[in-house]
C-alpha cells in the first residue's frame, strides 16, 4: 500500500492538469508577467485586448510564423483599434528580444511564456497555432493564418459592434485541416535535416508526393539525426515540421481515420531512422517532453525515457 499511497501524493503535489482551451470556452483573464514590445512590461489579457483579439502563438524557429508576421500586420492596419494581436511564445526574453530588435519597427507586442502559463492554458498541439477571441474572452475561433481573412475578421467586429448577421464559421484544429491551396516556398537551411523536414511539411499541406519523403526518413541514420538535430530550436523545428506532414499526409489518404481520434493519434506507423513513433508520442513524448495524458489534461512521467 505505501507504494500506492506516494504515488497519490505524488498526484496531488502535481496537481491534474486542466483541458486546454477549445473553440466558445470563455478565457480566464490571465496575467502576463514579462511582455516585450508593449507600453508596459506585464499585463493581463484583458489590458491587451481590442474588439477582436488574435492570440499567434509563435516562435523565432517557427518559418510558417515569422512569414505570418506581414499578415498580421495588414490586418492591423485595416481594423485598427477593433483587432488588437498578440503573439506569446515561451522562448527566453533574451532571444526574443533579440529577433524584435532585428525587425524594428515591429509590430506587435510579444508575451514572454517561459513559465508555459499561456502555452499550458491553450496546449497548442503545433505551430503557428491562432486563438480569435471576442470583448468578453470568449473562443470564437482555433484556427491558422492560412485559413483567417479580413471577411471573416469584418463579421466578427460587426457581430461585437451589435450586428446580428451570423459568422462565419473558421475551421478549428479539432476539425480535419484541409491541405492550404497557397504555401510560400521553403526557406532554404543550412541543416539538411532541417530541410528535409520543412520540405515534407509543404510537400504533405499542399498535396504533393511525399513517398520519397517518408523514405528518407526512415533511411536516416540514428546518430546522425543525434548529432544534427541538437538545439531546443531545431528539435522543435525538426518534430513540429514531422508531425504536421504526417498529420496531412495520413489525412489525405483517408479522412476517415479521424473518426477515430484516439487510434489515429496512437497509431505506431511513423518510422524515424528506423525507431517507430506514433503522433502521440511525437507531441508528448518529444515536443510535450515526456508527458502523459491522464484524464482530460496531462502529467510528467515519473521516469521519462
Known amino acids: 500500500m505505501k507504494p500506492v499511497f506516494c504515488l497519490l501524493i505524488f498526484l496531488c503535489q502535481q496537481g491534474f492538469a486542466q483541458q486546454a482551451y477549445k473553440a466558445n470556452d470563455l478565457v480566464k483573464n490571465m496575467y502576463a508577467n ?182 528518407k526518413l526512415k533511411e536516416v541514420n540514428y546518430d546522425s539525426l543525434l548529432n544534427n538535430v541538437r538545439t531546443d530550436d531545431d528539435k522543435k523545428a525538426f518534430w513540429i515540421n514531422l508531425y504536421n506532414a504526417y498529420t496531412n499526409t495520413s489525412l489525405h489518404q483517408n479522412p476517415e481515420q479521424y473518426k477515430s481520434r484516439n487510434k489515429f493519434f496512437k497509431a505506431k506507423n511513423i518510422n524515424v531512422a528506423g525507431k517507430i513513433f506514433s503522433l502521440d508520442k511525437i507531441e508528448h513524448g518529444i515536443l510535450r517532453r515526456s508527458k502523459i495524458k491522464w484524464s482530460l489534461g496531462y502529467l510528467n512521467k515519473l521516469f521519462p525515457n
Open 34 to 215: 514579462r511582455i516585450i514590445n508593449y507600453s508596459t512590461a506585464s499585463a493581463s489579457l484583458k489590458d491587451l485586448q481590442g474588439n477582436i483579439t488574435i492570440i499567434d502563438f509563435f516562435g523565432t524557429w517557427c518559418i510558417p510564423c515569422i512569414k505570418a508576421l506581414p499578415e498580421l500586420k495588414t490586418y492591423k492596419q485595416k481594423f485598427k483599434d477593433d483587432v488588437n494581436v498578440v503573439l506569446i511564445s515561451s522562448e527566453t526574453e533574451a532571444k526574443l528580444t533579440s529577433f524584435v530588435n532585428g525587425r524594428k519597427p515591429f509590430d506587435f507586442p510579444i508575451i514572454v511564456d517561459e513559465d508555459n502559463l499561456f502555452t499550458n492554458a491553450f496546449a497548442p498541439p503545433s505551430y503557428p497555432y491562432t486563438i480569435i477571441l471576442d470583448k468578453s474572452l470568449k473562443i470564437l475561433s482555433i484556427t491558422n493564418m492560412a485559413d483567417l481573412t479580413e471577411d471573416i475578421l469584418s463579421k466578427y467586429i460587426l457581430n461585437q459592434k451589435g450586428n446580428t448577421e451570423p459568422t462565419k464559421t473558421i475551421q478549428t484544429i479539432d476539425t480535419i485541416q484541409k491541405p492550404m491551396i497557397v504555401m510560400p516556398a521553403p526557406i532554404l537551411q543550412e541543416n539538411a535535416l532541417l530541410q528535409l523536414s520543412q520540405d515534407f511539411v509543404y510537400a504533405a499541406k499542399t498535396n504533393e508526393q511525399v513517398a520519397n519523403f517518408i523514405t
